[in-house]
Nanobody, 125 residues
Framework: QVQLVESGGGLVQAGGSLRLSCAASGRTFSAYTMGWFRQAPGKEREFVAAISWNLGRSDYADSVKGRFTISRDNAKNTASLQMNSLKPEDTAVYYC??????????????????WGQGTQVTVSE
């Protein structure tokens, strides 16, 4: 059992920044992918960013590339999402998630085994 807890969400004006954090507790895994997803009202959950355990790889949705940065600290079992130059369309509930399948599946929400409860990010005009 792995438990994930997100924090750092809030209300920010367009152009501002937020840093989301995800703390993992319970079992640790020798290899896993950490991902961030988001879901806006009336929309399906969408991929935002992912980072591998030890492949030196990270990937981003085109909509956030260049503005968001994902990072992780394996020793502390934490992951972060630094969000800069926020836009109103970034408004959503943001979720961190973990999957133990191949990193090639990073884009697929259905492959992620563990999910946090989400943290609300609201970007005003």
């Amino acid at each position: 059992q792995v438990q994930l807890v997100e924090s750092g969400g809030g209300l920010v004006q367009a152009g501002g920044s937020l840093r989301l954090s995800c703390a993992a507790s319970g079992r640790t895994f020798s290899a896993y992918t950490m991902g961030w997803f988001r879901q806006a009202p009336g929309k399906e959950r969408e991929f935002v960013a992912a980072i591998s355990w030890n492949l030196g790889r990270s990937d981003y949705a085109d909509s956030v590339k260049g503005r968001f940065t994902i990072s992780r600290d394996n020793a502390k079992n934490t992951a972060s999402l630094q969000m800069n130059s926020l836009k109103p369309e970034d408004t959503a509930v943001y979720y961190c998630a973990v999957q133990r399948d191949y990193y090639a599946y990073y884009l697929m929400a259905s492959k992620y085994e563990y999910w946090g409860q989400g943290t609300q990010v609201t970007v005003s005009e």
